[in-house]
């Protein structure tokens, strides 16, 4: 079946940073993505990739995915205390389900 | 732009006691529409999704329904509310027809079953 992990905890010093991992079962997932959730809130998509790419960079957001591995990062830098959220990754299996599977979400803490 | 919103922002309710959830979206036509369950701050877990008026699936057996009344309307509903039942429910829409189905999430709604 369709599965996403990821890791529960990360915790990094503000300035430094931050990847955030997720593994995926569905080799026929199309499209791959990163949400964030503050504190009793919503998610906000924060990025997407295609499943035919490797690598998508938008301003402090590095986003790497390996297909052949299933896996999928999240590499955000010169990490600041707003960035302190749960972040989820997505899958949006391939076929003609209008679904995504989410990741369990990392909860990623900034030391000041 | 598309809003998506989500009242009431918080409820407290007794257990046995009927709920009604209610999302709409703004500035889109013909939306997919769903409703997730979070628990303890963690974990999304999908409810109900309908791509259409009236068109309803169901992802887990539960006491609670949804319903479309109206094409940018989506609530979700218990006749009799369970302890089980306290979370975090967000509704989310994705454009019909789109290759990416990204989902955009509203605030939520904080339930809590006494």
């Known amino acids: 079946g369709e599965d996403v992990e990821q890791s529960l905890f990360l915790s990094v010093r503000e300035g430094d940073s931050s990847v955030i991992n997720c593994t995926y079962t569905d080799s026929s997932s199309t499209y791959l993505y990163w949400y964030k959730q503050e504190p009793g809130a919503g998610l906000q998509l924060l990025t997407y990739i295609f499943s035919n790419m490797d690598m998508k960079q938008d301003q402090r957001l590095t986003v790497l995915l390996n297909k052949k591995d299933k896996h999928l990062s999240l590499r955000i830098a010169d990490t600041q205390t707003g960035d302190s959220a749960i972040y989820f990754c997505a899958e949006k299996t391939g076929g003609a389900t209008n679904k995504l599977i989410f990741g369990t979400g990392t909860l990623l803490a900034v030391q000041p | 732009s598309q809003t998506i919103h989500q009242w009431p922002a918080t409820l407290v309710q007794p257990v046995g006691s009927p709920l009604s959830l209610e999302c709409t979206v703004e500035g889109t036509s013909n939306p997919n529409l769903y409703w997730y369950r979070q628990a303890a701050g963690r974990g999304l877990q999908l409810l109900f999704y309908s791509v259409g008026i009236g068109q309803i699936s169901s992802e887990v ?54």
């Open chain 2, 61 to 114: 057996p539960q006491n609670l329904s949804a319903s479309r009344p109206q094409d940018r309307q989506f609530i979700l509903s218990s006749k009799k509310l369970l302890l089980s039942d306290s979370g975090f429910y967000l509704c989310a829409w994705t454009p019909s027809g789109g290759a990416r189905n990204e989902q955009f999430f509203g605030p939520g709604t904080r339930l809590t079953v006494l």
